[in-house]
Nanobody, 126 residues
Framework: QVQLVESGGGLVQAGGSLRLSCAAS????????MGWFRQAPGKEREFVAG????????SYADSVKGRFTISRDNAKNTAYLQMNTLKPEDTAVYYC???????????????????WGQGTQVTVSS
């Protein structure tokens, strides 16, 4: 198991940027594939971006491709989500998630992950 704590959310105007961080506990962070998900009011939680345990493979939802970048620093036990050109429809609670995984594997479904953070609110005003 790994404990995850997100930070970096907030209120930003449309077109602005935010960087979310996900700090993980434990000494085996590099064994986990990581993912970012989001959930808007009244909607289901959806995949945003995922990264393999070594960082060499990534995947993005079509709605964020070209605007968001997922990365990780295994030496710091931290994953990141750089969000640029934010839109009002990006408003949601953002969650990071982790799952032990084979190398180069990226998980994109909610059900694939068994460790979740508490979430951080991102609000984009128009």
């Amino acid at each position: 198991q790994v404990q995850l704590v997100e930070s970096g959310g907030g209120l930003v105007q449309a077109g602005g940027s935010l960087r979310l961080s996900c700090a993980a506990s434990g000494r085996t962070f590099s064994a986990y594939a990581m993912g970012w998900f989001r959930q808007a009011p009244g909607k289901e939680r959806e995949f945003v971006a995922g990264i393999s345990r070594g960082g060499g493979s990534t995947s993005y939802a079509d709605s964020v491709k070209g605007r968001f970048t997922i990365s990780r620093d295994n030496a710091k036990n931290t994953a990141y989500l750089q969000m640029n050109t934010l839109k009002p429809e990006d408003t949601a609670v953002y969650y990071c998630a982790a799952v032990r995984s084979m190398p180069a594997v990226v998980r994109t479904s909610t059900s694939s992950y068994d460790n979740w953070g508490q979430g951080t609110q991102v609000t984009v005003s128009s």
